[in-house]
DNA sequence: GCCGTTTTCGGCCCGACTGTTTTCAGTCG
């Protein structure tokens, strides 16, 4: 685990300590931030720990944060860390992820019930000694025990490519919903994050009441956990949804939010749920300042009455358009992909947000396999879906010899390969087709093929498959050595992880980054869902630093290409222009640039 | 514990829903 991680589970547990222990909220709330904030940071920390202005010139970490990074690299643990660890029971955090309950309840658990752990939890239900606490009735027992039995089959966030067909879905129907003039999906999902909690809808409608009705009695609503007037939350059975299985674990659900809100308050209501929380308290935050104040309804003059603004019939300043709402305060309307907190409104107030690459701007996929490896199309038939999307250019890069198990190409395989791409290039018209390899960077960082060969391909894509779990510094070492080569174009899915799964190589991104811009090679986002990798804060690392960057998404199949828009959101995220992604390019330019190296 | 167009102290977002309550605390997003 690299030193960022290590750092951002120590503030993360002690938040949560600290929380169950009764300190105070703001501190707790700012041990979250630094967690977050470190887990963010591109640039290991290790090698500036001591340096204080450096650390505290990160967003979040203040001197006591920064004290307590020095304290972890110096002895490779934190004190006041480990004295909470003393006093707090570590099975209590775990209770502390039961949905619905909170540190309040958690706390007095602990205190009037010596519960420490989720089985002291259970035991207290079965034998009703859990009742005995203030305000805990049958029926929040009852949630509890729900609650506890929904954790164990499931409760994990979904892939972004699991989530959106479902959400589609669901938007799909709640439009069919007589009275329902207008459905949108926001939350994480809309950000474009990796991976998403709960699904949240936003509807507007002429009879609220039967819309709420119909969303609760959709197909596949296994428990109905909360139903008021303006907003209902469902849980939803994943398996076999309208037909089709998207989970293959029997017992996996998702929780779908529904909130119904007046025509006139759309914009606002919108901005509310896509969220992020942390964009939204700067917004709040930036409103009050101008003696403003904002929630779902509107952004509202502040005039000191009692109640909220529009329980009162205060008309909004703004509200019903997005535009409308950052307009009023002063800021330009900001891509839900860049509302995290991380520096946007600053850059929505001076007038600097980047003009992010789009989907339609992608002309060029550098990244695909066919069956002469493990794909499952002809070189044609891909190129024909890639001609259909408007694309000028398809490199084929099936894998390299030591893949074995994906049936990677001997040199003379290849060799034979190059030509038949040759000949379906010159088969086809209105698209080029290049001859390229996803050659292995084996675990010293030598390549998989030798130069001779390398230098008769048009595109070189170097990637790491094996060797996935090495230290971090023996991981940069190795793809520093891979950047160097100076046939090398890209380097695809730099760290090999895979979402949830696999934590993959974690080498020091700023050095990677700096060589890159170096040796003018690009850094792959591979827009498979499962990969998005690199990930969004490590593009927006490289995308400062002026690195090129190729989103490309590793076609294996038709239905492949359709993940662009993961890889597209991903960069975005990390505040991407088109300017530095090549496979935005015109041909003439990205061709040019191909011919680095090659005489 | 962080932070600054009310700047080194004194703030720190806002509302819906539930369950247990006779007026609200806790949780969630």
Redesign the pocket.
Known sequence: MSFNTSVAQVFERMAAMLELTGA?K??V???AR?ARSVGDHAGDLEPIAGDEKAL?AI????????AKIAEFARTGTVA?HDELLAKVPPGLLEVLRV????????KLMWEQLKIESVDDLKATIADGSLAGL???????ID?IADALAFMADSGKRLHAGVARPIAEMIRARLAEVPGVTRVAYA?SLRRGRETV??L?FLVTADDPGAAMEAFRGMAGVEKVL??????SSVRLALPELGGKRFSADDSASV?V?LRVVPAESWGAALMYFT?S?DH??RL??R???RGM????YGLFEDDGGEG??QSRGVVPVASATEEDVYGALDLAWVPPTMREDRGELDAADGGTLPELVTLDDIRAELHSHTTASDGVMEILESARIAKGRGFHTLAVTDHSKSSAIANGLSPERLRAHIGAIREADEEIKGISILAGSEVDILADGALDYDDELLGDLDVVVASPHAALSQDAKKATTRLLRAIEHPLVHIIGHPTGRLIERRRGLEPAMDEIIAAAVEHNVALEINAHWMRLDLRDTHVRAAAESGCLIAIDCDVHAPGDYDNLVFGVETGQRGWLTKELCVNAWSKARLHGWLKKGRG
């Not at 967003?59 to 920064?66: L, Y």
């Not at 949905?99 to 958690?106: A, D, E, I, Q, R």
């Not at 104040?293 to 779902?296: G, P």
Request: net charge neutral; glycine share 16%.
């Open positions: 105070d703001f501190r709330n700012a041990h630094a505290t967003e979040g970490i203040g001197k006591g944060t920064a006041e949905p619905g309950l909170g540190p309040k309840t958690v203030p305000r805990m009735g049958a029926k929040t949630n939350g909690g709960d949240d909360a139903a008021g007037e303006t907003k929780q939010d969220g929380k939204n308290v709040r935050e409103a009050l300042k104040t904002l929630n779902e909220s603004p």
